[in-house]
């Protein structure tokens, strides 16, 4: 063999074997940024909790069908949520290039998700890649409904110990029409309920004593009451 070819080649070599390989560029991590304020007045609002959730955009679960299938869903690190101080900013910080989905709750106000007018649905994904930094994201949180009201039997005397419920229209699956209980009160010594932190919407006002339970120990049991819907009927097709 030639030992020129061969001395070329051991040459070669020592220059593969000597070649530094390009470090690794670590990742950065992401962050999301924003307020919540009040939508009446602009006012920053305090104690509301933010809630972050990595999720896949529908193509990607398309293409990838997640690991656990028994949810449908693939499972990913949970996020600790974040609560606003007074000046209603919060931060979340640390993230990973994914798609998250951004929600938020206050006490006194409707709960909402980033990108949804109603509060309702699953809004809009947000979609971060390494080290960017997404500001300016606004949640303006309306004022939650209060509904309130007294009931009395025939002689006017308060009914106590009474179950009052809001109800809402809903469907089975095969397009049967149903009431969806959304909230529960009971009536006190004076015969008076009160239902707080209502979501705007169309509603009905039942009461009846099948949920009514004996507060203290010391209630007469009322006579029973079937369930019957605000203004006076105890049909729901009348309604």
């Given at each position: 063999m030639n030992p020129m070819r061969l001395l070329s080649?051991?040459?070669?070599?020592?220059?593969?074997a000597g070649t530094p390989t390009?470090?690794?560029k670590p990742r950065e991590d992401a962050s999301i940024e924003g307020v919540v304020v009040r939508l009446d007045t602009?006012?920053?609002l305090r104690r509301a909790q933010l809630g972050l959730y990595q999720v896949r955009p529908p193509s990607e679960l398309a293409a990838a069908p997640p690991a656990d299938s028994d949810s449908g869903y693939p499972r990913f690190p949970q996020i600790t949520p974040v609560t606003t101080e007074a000046d209603g900013v919060f931060r979340f910080t640390k993230l990973k290039?994914?798609?998250?989905?951004?929600?938020?709750?206050?006490?006194?106000?409707?709960?909402?998700?980033?990108g949804s007018e109603s509060g309702e649905g699953e809004g809009t994904i947000i979609t971060i890649v390494d080290g960017q930094a997404i500001k300016g994201i606004s949640f303006r949180l309306r004022r939650a409904a209060t509904i309130s009201g007294h009931l009395r039997d025939s002689d006017g005397t308060p009914i106590t110990g009474l179950a009052v419920s809001l109800l809402?229209?809903?469907f089975y699956y095969n397009g049967l029409r149903t009431m969806e209980r959304i909230t529960t009160s009971?009536?006190?010594?004076?015969?008076?309920?009160?239902l707080f932190w209502v979501s705007p919407g169309r509603y009905y006002l039942s009461a009846s004593n099948s949920d009514s339970y004996d507060l203290t120990g010391n209630m007469v049991q009322q006579k029973p009451y079937p369930p019957f819907y605000y203004p006076g009927t105890f049909d729901q097709r009348h309604l």
């Open positions: 080649a051991s040459m070669l070599l020592l220059q593969l390009p470090a690794e602009g006012e920053p290039a994914g798609s998250y989905r951004l929600s938020v709750a206050c006490n006194g106000y409707v709960s909402t998700v980033y809402k229209v809903g009971t009536t006190d010594d004076r015969g008076e309920y009160r």
